[in-house]
């Protein structure tokens, strides 16, 4: 069955850091997003992008992100300088959207861990 | 603002019992809402569901959603330990590329 992959699954960090996050989303996805979870929060909506330009981003998706599609199947999410505040699972979730309604597929993650 | 709330926030249960997860939501727009499963990582996709009064079932579990009264819920009947999960509830609420709108999630123990 057809997943979304994610790599790496844990990233240690230095604050101040560059770090880039990737995924692989479904081959047939048109539709691709970032999400975050700080530990014992709720999933946050970071920014969503089609036709190799971002969609939608939310308030949490500043000047310090930034996300790519360098090839065909790679997602990125980069995280120019990082902060303590940064630490967080982080979820890239792909959709089909075939038509009005369609499920997004999750990612298995990436913990960040910035020290 | 946009608002997803699920409740109760955590429930312990023993196996065999039968579950209602509860979610209310407030949003400017709705296009659908969608349950998910959520053990170790990542959330796994349970049911969308779009119009009221129709129920989406698979194995154990059923969810319904009221549009009128603005929340659905999740059922688990004949409870076992592997649905120990959290269980999150989210609204696509139709801007753009329907970002979710995530509640903060149920946390279900099933004990033996």
């Known amino acids: 069955e057809p997943e979304v992959t994610q790599t790496p699954s844990h990233q240690v960090t230095q604050m101040g850091q560059e770090v880039i996050l990737r995924c692989v989303p479904i081959?047939?996805?048109?539709?691709f997003y970032w999400y975050r979870q700080i530990l014992g929060q709720k999933v946050e909506f970071l920014v969503s992008?089609?036709?190799?330009?971002?969609?939608?981003k939310s308030e949490i998706f500043d000047d310090q992100f930034s996300v790519e599609r360098p090839d065909g199947s790679n997602f990125t999410l980069k995280i120019r300088s990082t902060k303590l505040e940064d630490s967080a699972m982080y979820f890239c979730?792909?959709?089909?959207?075939?038509?009005?309604?369609?499920?997004?597929?999750f990612g298995p993650g990436t913990r960040l861990t910035v020290l | 603002e946009d608002k997803v709330v699920q409740s109760p926030l955590s429930l312990v249960v023993h196996e065999g019992d039968t579950v209602t997860l509860n979610c209310s939501y407030e949003?400017?727009?709705?296009?659908?809402l969608l349950w998910y499963k959520q053990e170790k990582k990542a959330p796994t996709f349970l049911f969308m569901l779009?119009?009221?009064?129709i129920e989406k079932k698979s194995g154990r579990l059923s969810s319904i959603l009221d549009k009128k009264e603005l929340f659905s819920i999740l059922n688990i009947t004949a409870t076992q330990t592997g649905d120990s999960a959290i269980y999150l509830c989210?609204?696509?609420?139709?801007?753009?590329?329907?970002?979710?709108?995530f509640g903060t999630g149920t946390r279900l123990t099933v004990i033996p």
């Open positions: 979730a792909s959709s089909e959207n075939l038509d009005y309604y369609n499920e997004q597929f």
């Open positions: 081959s047939n996805h048109l539709y």
């Open positions: 992008f089609y036709n190799n330009e971002i969609s939608e």
């Open positions: 949003v400017t727009n709705f296009r659908s």
């Open positions: 779009t119009s009221s009064g």
């Open positions: 989210a609204v696509d609420s139709g801007y753009g590329a329907n970002n979710l709108f």
